[in-house]
């Protein structure tokens, strides 16, 4: 019998009888029902079922049209209840009115009661059944509502995952033979709609607007299903939307904070903007089953390998600033991004609009703090080229790449558009950090792309050099002519039509701020090489060679190579490693496109074949004193401008960019005194040292920069000058150079 009425083996004499009548009634009550045939329908409503799982007297959930109670059974609680519904098709067939049912689930004998609700049960006091509440869920029934729903969907849902879409998560809401068999009813299955309703909070206006515009026979089905659910969240969303008001949240409310398709940020107290990382959020909020465990968020970014493509994470939402208390949305770890500072927002913008820059070949500099600003600020540029980075690297890349069929790519096509209008969404959740390529230390260094900044080429540096202006306008004209070359001019196929410049002289007389003023005028990049770079066997010098020259054509380089002597010297007879040396070397320069400049203090060492391949060749004399006191003003005039900017961030509070700023500088006291320096026998680099080193002087005196530090230099410099002098029998440098004919 109880197999045949779906009982349990454990129920009593007396429910059992009782679920006998209940059935003999059913059965003649479907019988008159069944001959009645259809009637008309009263207007629709909703109903409210209880559904009770006990894990004592089996798995199928008890349904019930009151809310149960509780009772004590042995050890446990037990939960009872009246109006049981034993049969749900003939429930449903004698209201065919109902919309939807709105199920509260509730789950009882699970394990030890806790002591107070067993001290109210032993006073004969009520325990509240609400603490045995563990869920509740909508299953619509009428068709007519399905339908009205779907309809307003697109409307009203669109951009957010809701329960009639027909997305995989959210399965159509179809007829009613689709919810399942009649032993499994009251239990949730895929078209079950889950408190607290998360899509309906976020579209509220929507649906108020919408809904009104809709034809009669949907809209008594949809004012029914909103007015219940209005109601039944009105509180709880009265209480969300105060605290939201206020930029604050609760850990009881963080559901309502997350909404798919928003863009949230990730800022820890340990990260400023340039480290904070958006991303799209996929889902809802998912929480952890278990008490006091983290929340999580399913979200995308894109990378950049060449192509861009989603990464897919999950973030958590940990360190909570309270579990119990309102917080401010901005104090979390991950928060929407409307939350966020204004400021904050710009910067991502603004670092996303540079990565796509950079997504193909790029120069770049790097504003990250230098040590100080008289060093030439070539030291902070970089050039980013992913292809040419993944070329150098596709040794020690031990991960295989992923297809594009593996993952969700950009369209390439979309790759040529400088503007592509692809929304924050993409912009903002870009990479952080890209590879860029240091052309001072010759290392790939990953750059935080905050402080990457287009390049502001200094054409004004080669106006300020001190030169005669005869060698300015051919050193112009010669670059000028190179940059416009379209076509090679040699007749044998292969052969080089670069640039090759010769600047020769002593130190300190202008000839690398030359190489550096030809690559600012020329707008390239300077791949600088020095000797110690290079090696000195044969077979070093043309691999080397080979790269810094591929490199140079690739990115359109001004190469330097500073000091170069070693590589030009004589060749001589008895010496075949310096022959092949520079055999080597006139080699690979006979093949080179680009402008190449070659410095020496040397040049009477040079081998002769290097001179057919020199198109221009300039000597760099000693500073006379009109040179010296032009270089002096130049530098002083880069010494009012940092005290201007010192004055700037005083103004502004900055306290510490004006402390790296020093303490001041006498301006008007050194431009007094600039005739007495410009007396004093020194090349270019002397006197940038000079001022470097007083600056570090007057910073540590505390005191502002003046003539006394500069002086002080000088002096203690002339006493080593005046040694060397005595040393070489009041020869100088230049004259020693040219006595051995190499100057």
């Given at each position: ?15 059992l ?5 209940v ?11 069944k ?6 329908l ?18 199928k ?9 509780v ?5 446990l ?105 009649p ?14 309703y ?34 039944r ?34 800022q ?21 089953s ?44 991950v ?62 890349d ?19 558009e ?186 009477g ?27 002096w ?18 103004r ?7 402390t ?23 090349n ?35 006493k ?6 005595e ?10 150079q ?6």
């Amino acid at each position: 019998m109880c197999r045949l009425l779906d009982l349990s083996s454990q129920i009593s004499d007396e429910d059992l009888f009782e679920a006998i009548e209940v059935a003999s009634q059913n059965l003649k009550e479907y019988e008159i029902l069944k001959s009645k045939g259809t009637e008309k329908l009263g207007p629709p409503r909703f109903q409210i079922i209880h559904s009770v799982h006990c894990h004592v007297t089996g798995d199928k959930p008890q349904l019930y049209l009151e809310q149960p109670w509780v009772v004590e059974d042995g050890p446990l609680l037990h939960l009872r209840g009246s109006k049981a519904i034993n049969n749900f098709d003939l429930f449903l067939e004698r209201n065919k009115e109902i919309a939807f049912i709105i199920y509260k689930d509730y789950e009882c004998c699970d394990g030890v009661p806790s002591t107070t609700s067993k001290s109210k049960i032993e006073l004969g006091l009520e325990v509240d059944a609400s603490i045995f509440l563990t869920g509740e869920h909508i299953q619509l029934i009428s068709n007519d509502l399905k339908l009205a729903l779907e309809s307003l969907s697109g409307k009203v849902f669109d951009g957010i995952p809701h329960p009639f879409s027909e997305e995989e998560d959210y399965p159509s809401i179809g007829s009613t033979d689709k919810r399942g068999p009649p032993q499994l009813l009251g239990e949730k299955d895929n078209q079950s709609i889950d408190y607290p309703y998360m899509f309906l909070f976020h579209r509220r206006k929507e649906v108020e607007e919408v809904t009104t515009k809709q034809p009669p026979g949907a809209q008594i089905y949809l004012d029914v299903f909103f007015n219940y659910l209005f109601s039944r969240m009105a509180e709880e969303w009265a209480v969300v939307d105060q605290l939201l008001a206020q930029k604050k949240i609760s850990a009881k409310y963080l559901d309502y904070l997350f909404v798919p398709n928003q863009i949230v940020l990730m800022q820890r107290k340990d990260m400023d903007t340039a480290q904070t990382k958006a991303y799209v959020l996929q889902d809802w909020l998912q929480r952890s089953s278990q008490q006091g465990s983290t929340s999580t968020v399913s979200v995308y970014s894109w990378e950049f390998d060449g192509n861009f493509y989603k990464s897919l994470s999950d973030l958590s939402i940990e360190d909570l600033p309270s579990e119990t208390g309102n917080f401010l949305i901005t104090e979390m770890s991950v928060y929407p991004i409307e939350f966020a500072n204004k400021e904050v927002v710009s910067a991502l913008r603004k670092r996303g609009n540079m990565f796509w820059k950079c997504r193909a070949r790029h120069y770049v500099s790097y504003n990250g703090k230098t040590d100080h600003a008289i060093q030439s600020s070539m030291d902070s540029r970089f050039m980013i080229d992913i292809a040419t980075y993944k070329q150098m690297h596709r040794n020690q890349d031990n991960e295989p790449e992923q297809h594009s069929s593996d993952r969700e790519e950009l369209p390439i096509q979309l790759l040529s558009e400088d503007s592509p209008m692809l929304g924050d969404s993409f912009f903002l959740c870009l990479p952080t950090s890209i590879a860029g390529f240091n052309m001072q230390t010759k290392e790939w260094i990953n750059l935080n792309v905050h402080y990457i900044e287009d390049v502001v080429w200094n054409t004004e540096a080669f106006e300020f050099l001190v030169i005669d202006q005869g060698t300015k306008s051919m050193i112009q004209a010669v670059v000028t002519n190179q940059l416009h070359a379209s076509q090679n001019t040699d007749l044998i196929r292969g052969k080089g039509n670069g640039l090759f410049i010769l600047l020769h002289g002593g130190p300190g007389t202008g000839k690398t701020l030359t190489a550096e003023s030809v690559a600012e005028i020329a707008k390239k990049p300077l791949y600088r090489v020095t000797c110690g770079d290079i090696g000195t066997s044969a077979q070093d010098v043309e691999n080397y060679l080979e790269i810094v020259l591929h490199l140079g054509k690739t990115w359109g380089c001004v190469v330097l190579l500073d000091e170069a002597d070693v590589f030009l010297q004589q060749r001589e007879l008895y010496n075949l490693e310096r022959n092949a040396l520079v055999s080597v070397f006139l080699r690979v320069l006979e093949y080179y496109d680009g402008i190449l400049i070659l410095t020496s203090n040397r040049v009477g060492i040079f081998d002769e074949a290097f001179k057919s391949r020199i198109q221009l060749s300039l000597r760099y004399k000693s500073l006379d004193r009109s040179q010296r006191l032009q270089i002096w003003i130049n530098f002083l005039k880069r010494l009012e401008q940092l005290e201007n900017e010192r004055l700037d961030a005083e103004r502004r509070g900055d306290k510490k960019d004006g402390t790296m700023l020093g303490y001041g500088i006498n301006v008007d006291e050194i431009k007094e005194r600039l005739e007495e320096l410009a007396d004093e026998s020194m090349n270019g680099r002397q006197i940038r040292n000079t001022i470097s080193t007083a600056r570090q002087l007057a910073m540590y005196q505390r005191k502002k920069l003046s003539y006394e530090h500069i002086q002080a230099v000088i002096d203690e410099a002339n006493k080593f000058d005046e040694y060397l002098l005595e040393l070489n029998k009041g020869y100088s440098a230049d004259e020693i150079q040219r006595d051995k004919k190499e100057r």
